[in-house]
């Protein structure tokens, strides 16, 4: 999850985000985020009035974001796009992640919605409106493909909460087999939505 940033704001948003995939949201403090921005303490008061929560917030907002930008990414990359290539290519992100940096990173949003969805409504609604904005491109991208409007955005749900569970499967048995597990088995599904053309 790199990125090019211009500001201290910014650098402080995306230091949450790395911070909150890899701790989590309860052990991601203020003082850690500024450490690892290179950012003055003071700072946080000055561009997070509303505290932790804003800067959390703001962290989910920026990871689907991300995401969601990564969907026109993968969909560049593939030679011949179909709905399970596109699959392919978001697992394949984590997988490469996985193979040469090991497993300490899950994904920010599925990280504060565990932290915080009982606590916090505020940021439960960050994680969701951070969901949807990964969903979108993901339901886009298969419509071109000739997925039905109708099923598009259920299968975009989908291909996002299964690539999540792999995920924290992945995490938890340090093995990138979940990953390759489910590109393997929810590719013919995928493919199989899409309507030939004429």
């Given amino acids: 999850m790199a990125q090019a940033l211009h500001g201290p704001r910014e650098r402080m948003v995306f230091s949450a985000?790395?911070?909150?995939r890899?701790?989590?949201v309860g052990a991601t403090g203020m003082r850690d985020v500024a450490a690892h921005a290179g950012a003055p303490r003071g700072s946080l008061q000055h561009y997070f009035p509303g505290g932790k929560e804003q800067l959390v917030n703001e962290a989910v907002a920026w990871a689907g974001r991300y995401a969601g930008?990564?969907?026109?990414?993968?969909?560049?990359?593939?030679?011949e796009p179909t709905p399970s290539s596109l699959f392919a290519a978001m697992a394949a992100q984590w997988t490469g992640e996985y193979e040469t940096e090991g497993f300490a990173g899950g994904?920010?949003?599925?990280?504060?919605?565990?932290?915080c969805a009982a606590t916090g409504?505020?940021?439960r609604e960050a994680?969701?409106?951070?969901?949807?904005?990964?969903r979108a491109p993901v339901a886009e991208a298969l419509t071109c493909m000739g997925v039905p409007a109708a099923r598009a955005?259920?299968?975009a749900t989908l291909m996002i909460s299964t690539l999540e569970g792999a995920i924290v499967m992945a995490r938890a048995e340090?093995?990138?087999?979940?990953?390759?597990?489910v590109v393997r088995e929810l590719g013919p599904l995928l493919d199989a939505a899409v309507v030939p053309s004429g």
């Fill in 69 to 79: 930008k990564r969907v026109a990414r993968f969909l560049a990359g593939l030679a």
């Fill in 153 to 155: 955005d259920s299968l």
């Fill in 121 to 123: 409504a505020s940021t």
């Fill in 22 to 24: 890899r701790d989590g």
């Fill in 17 to 20: 985000a790395q911070l909150i």
């Fill in 127 to 134: 994680a969701a409106a951070a969901f949807a904005t990964w």
């Fill in 107 to 115: 994904c920010p949003v599925a990280a504060a919605t565990v932290d």
């Fill in 174 to 181: 340090e093995d990138v087999r979940p990953l390759r597990a």
